[in-house]
Each structure stands twice: as structure tokens, then as C-alpha cells.
T-cell receptor
Framework: AQSVTQLGSHVSVSEGALVLLRCNYS??????LFWYVQYPNQGLQLLLK??????LVKGINGFEAEFKKSETSFHLTKPSAHMSDAAEYFC?????????????FGKGTTLSVSS | EPEVTQTPSHQVTQMGQEVILRCVPI?????FYWYRQILGQKVEFLVS????????KSEIFDDQFSVERPDGSNFTLKIRSTKLEDSAMYFC?????????????FGEGSRLTVL
């Protein structure tokens, strides 16, 4: 069974500081990996995805993530945080061998950005 | 840009009542999903639907739940006899036939409050 673990339920940074949100996955096959963002009272929006092409993936709003097979990680980073980045971030995994397979989400990390 | 739409955005119901949550997936998508997010908790997979039948379901999706695609456009989640613990945000998602992406497109969610 596939799963993801997000280390740290809450991360606080200052505006302009580096953002690092951690995600480790468990999968018996090379997975697809995703980061979704959820702003207050809104749905889930895809930030970026890894689908076995380049290991460094760039997404929207200046975020990027690097797939590291040796570490089974897919950490999300952004060089300089903005106040508007404050949201809930979810890492998710799926099995690319199953066309309709559901995404399995981690517990989420709340990012707070202070001025 | 095509999007997944959900209605109602918020529903309040009495315990024991039946609730139907509606979703209109993106028109050329073939795979449909319902997820649940209890306040402050992770996004949990409920069920996936393909070719007019359930393809996968979680242990949360018990006999109280059912899904239907009654008319080729709507995708509904029915809860037969709601319980207090069914209070949550319910997200519908859809995915196209392309196996190379794995991305799910989510609606804005329907908030269910059971009193």
C-alpha cells in the first residue's frame, strides 16, 4: 500500500525566508507524487507533480520539489516566502500503473508566514 | 478553464436524515472520486468510480454511503442516514483517461454539518 508522511504539522516562517515542507513516501512501485495547496475555505489546487520525468519539478507560485528515490522524499521548497503562501499543503501519492487509482494524501502541513 | 463544480456549498441537516451531494466533473473525464476532510484533519479517500461502477473504496465508505452517475454529467454522493461524525467537507474530483498525468482536479467542496 502506498502512503505519504508529512513531517511537521505546522511550519512558521518569516516573509522572505526559505520555505521547506517535508514529504516522505512509501510505495512498492515508482510512484507519482503531488503537492496540493488549500487556501482557507477553498478546494485543493495542484501546485506541482512528479510523473517520472525530471526529478526537479517546478510548480506554480515559485514552488518546486525534488524527487529523491534514495531518500524516498519529495520535499517542497520556495526560496522566499510571501504572506500569500499561508495555507495548508498536502503531499499525495498514486500508483502510475493503475489508470484510475486514487491519490492518497498526507496529513497536511499548515504554513504560516509572518511579516 | 474547465472545472469541477459541486453543490451545495454548505448543507446543514439533522442526524438521521439523507443527504445528497452533487458534483459535475470535467466533461471529458472518465474517473470520478469523492474525498472527505473532517475539520482540521487530512483529506481522506472515500470512493472512486469508473465506467458506471465503483472501482475502489475505502473502509470509510460503508453501507451508509452510495454513489451514482445518474445522467452522464452529474456524479452524486448519498449518505442515507447521517451521523454527527459525517460532518466534514466533501470534495469531488475527476481525472481524464491520460495515464501519464495522474492529476486529480478537485471541486471547491461541499461542507456538511450534521446536528
Amino acid at each position: 500500500a502506498q502512503s505519504v508522511t508529512q513531517l511537521g504539522s505546522h511550519v512558521s516562517v518569516s516573509e522572505g525566508a526559505l520555505v521547506l515542507l517535508r514529504c516522505n513516501y512509501s510505495s512498492s512501485v515508482p510512484p507519482y507524487l503531488f503537492w496540493y495547496v488549500q487556501y482557507p475555505n477553498q478546494g485543493l489546487q495542484l501546485l506541482l507533480k512528479y510523473t517520472s520525468a525530471a526529478t526537479l519539478v517546478k510548480g506554480i507560485n515559485g514552488f518546486e520539489a525534488e524527487f529523491k528515490k534514495s531518500e524516498t522524499s519529495f520535499h517542497l521548497t520556495k526560496p522566499s516566502a510571501h504572506m500569500s503562501d499561508a495555507a495548508e499543503y498536502f503531499c499525495a501519492v498514486s500508483d502510475p500503473g493503475q489508470a484510475g487509482t486514487a491519490l492518497i494524501f498526507g496529513k497536511g502541513t499548515t504554513l504560516s508566514v509572518s511579516s | 478553464e474547465p472545472e469541477v463544480t459541486q453543490t451545495p456549498s454548505h448543507q446543514v441537516t439533522q442526524m438521521g436524515q439523507e443527504v445528497i451531494l452533487r458534483c459535475v466533473p470535467i466533461s471529458n473525464h472518465l474517473y470520478f472520486y469523492w474525498y472527505r476532510q473532517i475539520l482540521g484533519q487530512k483529506v481522506e479517500f472515500l470512493v472512486s468510480f469508473y465506467n458506471n461502477e465503483i472501482s475502489e473504496k475505502s473502509e470509510i465508505f460503508d453501507d451508509q454511503f452510495s454513489v451514482e452517475r445518474p445522467d452522464g454529467s452529474n456524479f452524486t454522493l448519498k449518505i442515507r442516514s447521517t451521523k454527527l461524525e459525517d460532518s466534514a467537507m466533501y470534495f469531488c474530483a475527476s481525472k481524464d483517461r491520460d495515464r501519464s498525468t495522474g492529476e486529480l482536479f478537485f471541486g471547491e467542496g461541499s461542507r456538511l454539518t450534521v446536528l
